[in-house]
Structure formats: structure tokens, C-alpha cells
């Protein structure tokens, strides 16, 4: 049973980098693809990027300049980077393993990570 | 993108009954591209439906889906407490990917 877990700060001051991981278990990262999806308090979700079992990464264009995903095989991790963060960027951000056949970039979405609550507040 | 559209918003069900919730494309998804999630007070989403009509894995077959194009239909047949929740769609068949407003069951 594949089973994810995030850890990383909730409590961020303005133009910070939020930095969060996601830890697999149940699987080995290599063999997957991973992506970060986030949720504004009350609101619906947004994608935020993939990576591929390639280490290709791929972010919504809302957000390429300021994200990074990455990979750490020898933890069994993935990570998201977010730099000069402000208000808008307050959400419940989730990790979760990426399904797609690839005839799109595009996939959906199992096995979540329990999310975390990231406030960006001066 | 496309843009989906979720309806109705919110809807006051009994134990026992129907629940038909709407998802409307405002482009054809491809290949049925579509899934459904629902999600729980606190809790992350959970996979029930992708394939437009495929029910993930330990999901119960009172949760059905169906449609094509710009039309997609959850269907959960005979409600049940448990199955109050927000329940969103989301199209993977154009970049980017998205996800519609979310409909609100009460049971």
C-alpha cells in the first residue's frame, strides 16, 4: 500500500521560499510520477506541477518562474519548491502519486498525502 | 484551459436516496478524460471515479460515472451518511489540467 507524507512549515513571512517534501512509502519514487496540488481555504484545487519517473518536471504556467519539484531517490522523496512567496500562495498544499498514460501531460490523482496548511502572513 | 462547470452547488439529500451530480465542459474532454474526487471536513480528496466511468480501487459501487464530451454525470445511488462530502471533477485531457468548483452533499 503506497502511503504519502508531508512534512514542512506552516507559518511563512512574505517573499520567504516555502519548501516542502513528500515522503513515499510502499513504493519506490523512481518507479512513479508525483505531483503537488494545492487548495486555497475554501476554494477548489489547483495544480501546482508533476514529476516524472524521468525527473521531468512540469508546472502550471501561473507558476514556472517561482517553482521547483524535485527528487531525492536515496530518501524516497519529492519535493516542492515555492520562492518569494506572498498571501495568494496561502493554501492546503497535497502531494499525491500522478496516473497518466502520458498520451497527455496531464493525469489524475492517487494516493494523497495528508496535506499541509501553509499561511503566509507579515 | 478548460473551464468546468459543477452543478448543482450544493445538494440536501436523505439516507437512501439519489444523488446526481453534474460536471459541464466548457470544451470536449477527450478520450473521457474525467475524474471525480470527494473530499471530506479536514481531510485530503480521495480518488472514486477516473476514465470518466472507471471506480478507483475499494471505492463501492453505489458510486457510478458516466458521460462524454462536455457532459459527465457522478452518480452515488443509494446515499449514505459517509457520503457527505465535497465532491469535485477535474479534466486531464488538455494542459492544464483542472478541476471544477465542487458540489456540496448533505446527508
Known amino acids: 500500500q503506497v502511503q504519502l507524507h508531508q512534512s514542512g512549515p506552516g507559518l511563512m513571512r512574505p517573499s520567504e521560499t516555502l519548501s516542502l517534501t513528500c515522503t513515499v512509502s510502499g513504493t519506490s519514487v523512481r518507479n512513479y510520477h508525483w505531483s503537488w496540488i494545492r487548495q486555497p481555504p475554501g476554494k477548489s484545487l489547483e495544480l501546482v506541477g508533476y514529476?516524472?519517473?524521468?525527473?521531468?518536471?512540469h508546472y502550471d504556467f501561473s507558476l514556472e518562474s517561482r517553482v521547483t519539484i524535485s527528487v531525492d531517490t536515496s530518501k524516497n522523496q519529492f519535493s516542492l519548491t515555492l520562492t518569494s512567496v506572498t498571501a495568494a500562495d496561502t493554501a492546503f498544499y497535497y502531494c499525491a502519486r500522478l496516473y497518466t498514460d502520458m498520451t497527455t501531460i496531464d493525469g489524475y490523482f492517487g494516493d494523497w498525502g495528508q496535506g499541509t496548511l501553509v499561511t503566509v502572513s507579515s | 484551459e478548460i473551464v468546468l462547470t459543477q452543478s448543482p452547488g450544493t445538494l440536501s439529500l436523505s439516507p437512501g436516496e439519489r444523488a446526481t451530480l453534474s460536471c459541464r465542459a466548457g470544451?470536449?474532454?477527450?478520450?473521457?478524460?474525467l475524474a471525480w474526487y470527494q473530499q471530506k471536513p479536514g481531510q485530503a480528496p480521495r480518488l472514486l471515479i477516473y476514465g470518466a466511468s472507471n471506480r478507483a480501487p475499494d471505492i463501492p459501487d453505489r458510486f457510478s460515472g458516466r458521460g462524454s464530451r462536455t457532459d459527465f454525470t457522478l452518480t452515488i445511488s443509494r446515499l449514505e451518511p459517509e457520503d457527505s462530502a465535497v465532491y469535485y471533477c477535474q479534466q486531464y485531457a488538455a494542459s492544464p489540467g483542472t478541476f471544477g468548483q465542487g458540489t456540496k452533499v448533505e446527508i
Open positions: 514529476i516524472f519517473s524521468s525527473g521531468t518536471p
Open positions: 470544451q470536449s474532454v477527450s478520450s473521457g478524460y
